[in-house]
C-alpha cells in the first residue's frame, strides 16, 4: 500500500450503541482496504489514543507517512502526540467521494507490458488523450515547459513532479508529463509508481483470511479467556440519532421549509398566520375562522 491511512468513526445504531473507530488503506486498483478497527464508547480522546496506539504497533511513526481524516478535533489532537513525524491532513470531500477518481479514453492503450490494474490504464489513457494538445519544449537536462491548454506547466523528470502538483501526488504521469515523455523518447511505464502494478496488488492479498469456526470449536488460549464487555455508552435525551453527523467544515443537506397546508416552500402554516404571508390557503381558512365567529 502507499503510505496513506485514513481514519474516521461513526456511531453504531445496534443494540450497544457506541462507535466503530476504522483505519483504511487504498490498494492499486482505488480500492478501500482495511487495516485495523475497533468499537469504542464515543469519539474522544482517550479512544482515539488508545486506538491510534494500537496502529501504531504495527504502522510505524514516518515522515512519508500520511494520515487524512475530517477535521473532529479529538482526531487533530491525538494524531499530533501519537504520529509525531507524520503527516496529518484534512480530506477536501469526506470519506468516500474524495478517494475515487474516473476516467476513461480509447485512443490508447497502456499497461501490457507494465501490467497496470484496469483502473489505472483508464486513467493513462485518459491522459495520453489530453497529452495530444500539448507542446513540451527542453530547459535543461531534466526540466521542461509544457503548453498549450492556456497555461505553462514545467515539469522535472528526475524529481518526477509538475507545477501542476498531479504528477507528484498521484504517482501517476499526469498529460505534462506523457508529453515531455514521449519527446524525449522515454518509457512512459518508467515513470508510473509500483503500487499500481498488478504484482504489487496481489501481493496485498497474498494472505489468506480463513473463515471464523463455530465458536465451540475456537482455540483461546488461557491468557485471552475473559469477557469482553460492551462500552459503557450514555443514553442520550430525545429521538436515536439515524443520519450521519456532518463533520467540521462540512455542509449537511438543506432542508426548504414547505407550508403544511397549501405545500408551497419558503414559510410554514404558523409563520403564514403570525407574519401576514400572502399563504392562499391560510388566508382561506383564516378569512373562513373570522366568519364563524361572527
Same mark, same amino acid.
Given at each position: ?11 453504531? %445504531?445496534? %443494540? ?6 476504522? @483505519? ?16 469504542? &464508547? ?13 496502529? =501504531? ?7 512519508? $507517512? ?27 470531500? /469526506?470519506?468516500?467521494?474524495?478517494? %475515487? ?10 499497461? @501490457? ?14 491522459? !495520453?488523450? $489530453?497529452?495530444?494538445? $500539448? ?26 513532479? +509538475?507545477? +501542476?502538483?498531479? !504528477?507528484?501526488? &498521484? =504517482? ?11 519527446? @524525449? =523518447?522515454?518509457?512512459?511505464?518508467? !515513470? +508510473? ?29 488461557? /491468557? ?26 462540512? !455542509? ?19 409563520? @403564514? ?5 400572502? +399563504? ?15
Amino acid at each position: 500500500m502507499r503510505k496513506v491511512i485514513y481514519v474516521d468513526g461513526i456511531f453504531l %445504531k445496534c %443494540k450497544y450503541k457506541g462507535c466503530l473507530l476504522v @483505519a483504511t488503506a487504498q490498494d492499486g486498483d482505488f480500492h478501500q482496504f482495511p487495516i485495523a478497527w475497533a468499537i469504542v &464508547d464515543s469519539e474522544n480522546d482517550d479512544s482515539w489514543n488508545w486506538f491510534l496506539q494500537k496502529l =501504531k504497533e504495527f504502522i510505524n511513526d514516518d515522515p512519508n $507517512l500520511v494520515i487524512i481524516s475530517d477535521r473532529h478535533v479529538s482526531i487533530i489532537n491525538v494524531v499530533r502526540t501519537v504520529y509525531e513525524h507524520a503527516s496529518h491532513v484534512h480530506c477536501s470531500w /469526506h470519506l468516500s467521494q474524495n478517494l %475515487k477518481r474516473v476516467s476513461g479514453g480509447k485512443a490508447y492503450s497502456p499497461g @501490457a507490458r507494465y501490467n497496470l490494474m484496469t483502473t489505472n490504464g483508464a486513467i493513462l489513457r485518459a491522459n !495520453f488523450t $489530453l497529452s495530444q494538445r $500539448l507542446k513540451a519544449y527542453q530547459l535543461n537536462a531534466f526540466e521542461y515547459q509544457v503548453y498549450g491548454d492556456g497555461k505553462d506547466e514545467v515539469v522535472n523528470l528526475s524529481e518526477r513532479s +509538475c507545477s +501542476c502538483r498531479v !504528477f507528484q501526488i &498521484d =504517482k501517476i504521469p499526469y498529460a505534462h508529463a506523457i508529453a515531455v515523455i514521449y519527446g @524525449a =523518447k522515454l518509457d512512459l511505464y518508467d !515513470f +508510473c509508481s509500483p503500487y499500481y502494478s498488478s504484482q504489487m496488488w496481489a501481493f496485498a492479498y497474498a494472505d489468506t483470511i480463513y473463515p471464523v469456526p463455530i465458536a465451540n470449536e475456537w482455540n483461546i488460549p488461557d /491468557h485471552f479467556k475473559y469477557n469482553v464487555l460492551p462500552p459503557d455508552v450514555k443514553m442520550k435525551r430525545g429521538r436515536a440519532q439515524k443520519e450521519r453527523i456532518p463533520s467540521i467544515g462540512e !455542509f449537511g443537506r438543506k432542508r426548504t421549509k414547505k407550508c403544511g397546508v397549501c405545500h408551497e416552500s419558503g414559510h410554514c402554516r404558523k409563520n @403564514a398566520l403570525r407574519d401576514r404571508l400572502m +399563504c392562499r390557503r391560510v388566508v382561506q381558512f383564516f378569512v373562513y375562522d373570522v366568519f364563524f365567529a361572527c
